[in-house]
Nanobody, 123 residues
């Protein structure tokens, strides 16, 4: 069992930055790839970024590439998402997710979800 708790969401003006954090607890956490997804009102949940725990490999959705950076701290069991140059289209609830093994970027393959944190970007 893995528990995930996000923090760091909020309201920011377009062009600004936010940093999301996800604290993980539970056993065998090192066996999971960590991912961020987001869901805007009326839309499906979509993949944002992923990082493998052991290989430090990362992957980004095209819509955030070059603006967002995912990182992790193995000692603290935390994963972060640094979001720069935010725009209105980034407004959504952001979810931290854990997937056993390698990341697949598929919602149905996620083993554990956080509760989500709201990010609102104003124009």
């Amino acid at each position: 069992q893995v528990q995930l708790v996000e923090s760091g969401g909020g309201l920011v003006q377009a062009g600004g930055s936010l940093r999301l954090s996800c604290a993980a607890s539970g056993r065998s956490f090192s066996m999971y790839a960590m991912e961020w997804f987001r869901q805007a009102p009326g839309k499906e949940r979509e993949f944002v970024a992923a990082i493998e725990w052991s290989l430090d490999s990362t992957y980004y959705a095209d819509s955030v590439k070059g603006r967002f950076t995912i990182s992790r701290d193995n000692a603290k069991n935390t994963v972060s998402l640094q979001m720069n140059s935010l725009n209105v289209e980034d407004t959504a609830v952001y979810y931290c997710a854990a997937e056993r093994g390698r990341y697949s970027r598929v919602v149905a393959s996620i083993d554990y979800w956080g509760q989500g944190t709201q990010v609102t970007v104003s124009s």
